[in-house]
């Protein structure tokens, strides 16, 4: 079994996955497993079959789902997302494998650089607002380099190192916020199961930009709301809902007096109006494993399920990802 599968979603053009599949071939770590998702169609005309697996996502499918059907089909004890159009260089993968010997790490997350200017930090991993928001870390490199190895709140779906028993314990992804969100949520489920994250400086990874999922007016109101409510009580009530307010408040503002203020809040509203959706959500998460507890991953959840394979072999080299998807 490989002790590392590098899984690249592929949701834009053919060059930036053939430059990022590059950039992993020449750098990858020994015994490791290189798969990539597509959705588009792509004809591997570099013959590279025998080093890399093709798998084929669903036509429109986002970097999550992309992400999620290569998880499916990879073999290995820890994954490494790296969304297509980000390079590697030599030995980035180690520093952070490393962690993995702690059994209380699910994720780590590498150091996302700019690629034209490399002093620039991109991204050093995600932290979540009280009122209901998701934020990219950004800091002064010299200061990340200088404090080390140190705990975050999350990783950014665009580059992460997971322990795969960890994705399985929390069941993956979730549907139910929306692509842009997805990580947030993740990061809230592992804190959750007792697992930490960590940021590693020295596994770096460079990138032009990060992708962003656009989605309509309503959906981005809905996804924000049930992101809130979903994680509120960790917070703290009082503290969740004055801070929630201030947040809907300022969105409402700032997107005045575009009509599409309306199909947010409309999109809000709905949301909050749902409480089964969220009874439903804490019975879930009240069945989930804590850390080290290889149990049960069988609980019925809204997560994208990684734990094994969902058709009865592996999808070989260009075949079609088997679609296996709950939604709340």
Not at 15 to 23: N, P
Not at 83 to 93: F, L, N, S
Not at 199 to 205: D, G, N, T
Request: charged residues 20%; aromatic residues 6%; neutral net charge.
């Amino acid at each position: 079994m490989p002790r590392l599968a590098i899984v690249i979603p592929a949701i834009g053009t053919a060059e930036s996955l053939e430059a990022t599949l590059l950039a992993v071939l020449e750098n990858r770590p020994h015994d490791c497993e290189v798969i990539a998702v597509t959705n588009f169609d792509y004809a591997d005309p570099y013959k590279l079959g025998d080093e890399v697996r093709f798998v084929a996502a669903r036509d429109g499918a986002d970097l999550v789902a992309c992400a999620g059907a290569a998880i499916a089909v990879a073999r290995s004890a820890v994954i490494h997302v790296l969304a297509a159009g980000c390079q590697v260089g030599e030995d980035w993968a180690e520093p952070a494998l490393e962690h993995f010997a702690d059994l209380s790490v699910g994720a780590v997350a590498p150091l996302v650089l700019q690629s034209d200017r490399q002093d620039r930090v991109l991204a050093a991993g995600i932290d979540y607002r009280a009122g209901g928001a998701r934020r990219v870390r950004v800091k002064k490199l010299a200061r990340i380099t200088a404090a080390g190895t140190t705990a975050v709140f999350g990783v950014c779906r665009q580059a992460a190192f997971f322990r795969r028993s960890a994705l399985e314990a929390v069941g993956g992804w979730t549907t139910a916020v929306g692509p842009e969100l997805a990580d947030i949520e993740l990061a809230w489920a592992m804190r959750r199961a007792g697992y930490r994250t960590l940021l590693e400086p020295a596994a770096c990874v460079y990138a032009k930009a990060l992708p962003t999922a656009q989605v309509g007016a309503f959906r981005q109101g809905l996804y924000s709301e049930r992101l809130f409510w979903r994680n509120a009580a960790q917070v703290g009530w009082l503290k969740a809902l004055a801070a929630h307010a201030w947040l809907v408040a300022c969105d409402t503002v700032v997107h005045l007096p575009h009509p599409s203020v309306l199909l947010r809040l409309a999109g809000r509203a709905c949301a909050a109006a749902d409480y089964r959706h969220y009874m439903r959500h804490a019975h879930q998460q009240a069945e989930v494993p804590p850390a080290g507890d290889d149990s049960d991953r069988s609980a019925k959840s809204d997560h994208l399920r990684i734990d094994g394979d969902h058709t009865s072999r592996p999808a070989a080299s260009g075949e079609r990802a088997p679609r296996r998807m709950r939604t709340a």
